[in-house]
């Protein structure tokens, strides 16, 4: 039985109010399970990273629900969601997030330690966690020595690190090049597994291939889902 990691249900979003509401998202059902890795695509504008933001708990939705690895987060206070988030989230940004005065692995330990990670195994589990991306000779390096690729690399360690059921990004190889774009999806593919599913936000096409579906966002409504090159060659 797939285990269904984050879903949403008939979930709107509208900033603003009175004549400057502007409906965002439109009544988006979706779902992400464990053991695939989901591309949500669509125009700049359509809403991409309004609905990642709000699957994710860091935005609240208007109307409908949605379920973060078995939590109705939608109804949950902040602290709740924050918590929810902490366990089973990891979250890739387009910008990496990392602080510049940290080495690679004291950005990962760091996090683990608000986790509530003791120090030492903190260290030992960024220390693997940068091993698995390629990074097992940049331990010590800090961001303004790596380059971009290497920079994303720290983050999805970081996301990783924590061991999360879900991971999601948001545009995460949108400031790569195509050979670095391409083996950094590599990577997130790689960590695909019957325990944990992966959600992407992305304009780029050629991370298809990596997925197993992709939804496509047109307009604050899903346009379509279609099957992507993961499951090429299987039954349809
Ligand atoms: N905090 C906000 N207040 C008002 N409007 C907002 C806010 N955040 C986003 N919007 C509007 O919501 C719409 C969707 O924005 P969103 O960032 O989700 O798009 P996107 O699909 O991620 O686009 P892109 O591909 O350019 O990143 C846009 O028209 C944007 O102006
Ligand atoms: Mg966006």
Known sequence: MTRVLVRSEALEKTFGEGELATPVLRGISMDVSAGELVLLMGPSGSGKTTLISILAGLLRPTAGQ??????????????????????????????????????????????????????????????????????????????????????QRVAIARALAGDPALVMGDEVTAALDTQTALHVLEILRQQVSSERGILLVTHDRRLEQFADRVIEIEDGRISRIVSGGANAGEAA
Do not use: M, W
């Not at 890739?92 to 990962?108: H, M, R």
């Not at 986790?115 to 260290?123: L, S």
């Not at 097992?136 to 303004?144: Q, S, V």
């Open 66 to 151: 949605v379920e973060l690895c078995g939590t109705r987060i939608s109804e949950q206070r902040e602290a709740d969601v924050t918590r929810v988030r902490r366990r089973h989230l990891g979250f890739v940004f387009q910008s990496y997030n990392l602080f510049p005065a940290l080495t690679a692995l004291d950005n990962i330990a760091e996090v683990l330690k608000l986790k509530g990670v003791p120090a030492r195994e903190a260290k030992e589990r960024a220390s693997r966690a940068l091993a698995d991306v390629g990074l097992g000779a940049r331990l010590h390096h800090r961001p303004g020595e790596l380059s971009g690729g290497q920079k």
